[in-house]
């Protein structure tokens, strides 16, 4: 990060409490890119705005979105204000999600009670994965299927058919972020990730940022 990046940063510290900047930075040592999540055209805002609340929780930074005929929000309320610490990506078309996820480095897990699958407590974090959530009604594409690298079913012992989608989401992160914690895998964001959210978040908490923004480049 340059100095001039650093030096911003320093400058919006003193808009921001200490409590505050000390809250933001622990929680960056926690943050992690090693998993993510995908949600392949989902139509229900609980839903969405759910999974959005537990990927903060668990400390997933990246969520894809997959809207091809659903254009669904998020509901601050739901969510907690949890959407504001995440970093969102949205796409068109589900190859190009998986195109770009497969470029850099993650296996493809789809998520689904209807394959042969490795089951939630045998599944390897040894790589990085995305995991795949499909739309509530119809579960994920013939797409995602076809170019997963692995299924994931949760263990289920009832005669209900499935977990609903965001329940099913915030038991695969509990679990996979709880062997990730034990494991030796390097999960961190890079020192320069984590000052470039620590600039974000904090522009996102300072009132009238936009003012202070502009005073502070005109100056410079």
């Not at 805002?45 to 929780?57: F, G, K, T």
């Not at 850099?104 to 994965?129: E, M, Q, W």
């Not at 692995?150 to 989608?165: A, H, V």
Request: glycine share 4%.
């Amino acid at each position: 990060m340059k100095n001039s990046d650093l030096a911003y940063i320093e400058y919006l510290e003193q808009f921001v409490t200490e409590r505050r900047r000390k809250i933001f930075k622990e929680i960056l040592q926690l943050r992690t890119r090693y998993f993510t999540v995908v949600l392949e055209d989902l139509y229900q805002i609980h839903n969405i705005s759910a999974v959005v609340r537990s990927c903060d929780i668990f400390g997933v930074q990246d969520m894809h979105i997959i809207r091809k005929n659903y254009n669904a929000g998020i509901s601050h309320g739901i969510a907690k204000g949890a959407e504001k610490w995440l970093s969102f990506y949205e796409y068109g078309h589900t190859k190009e999600a998986i195109t770009s996820l497969k470029e850099k480095g993650y296996r493809i897990i789809a998520t689904t009670p209807h394959h042969s699958s490795v089951l939630l407590p045998d599944f390897d974090i040894t790589d990085k994965a995305a995991f795949f959530f499909g739309v509530e009604k119809d579960g994920l594409s013939e797409e995602v299927l076809n170019q997963a690298d692995e299924f994931l079913k949760i263990p289920m012992y009832g005669l209900t058919e499935s977990f609903n989608i965001s329940v099913a989401a915030a038991l695969i992160l509990y679990e996979s972020r709880k062997k990730l914690q034990q494991s030796h895998v390097d999960w961190h964001l890079t020192e320069e990730e984590q000052m470039e959210l620590y600039r974000q978040w904090l522009e996102k908490t300072i009132k009238s940022i936009d003012l202070i923004k502009k005073n502070y480049f005109q100056r410079k």
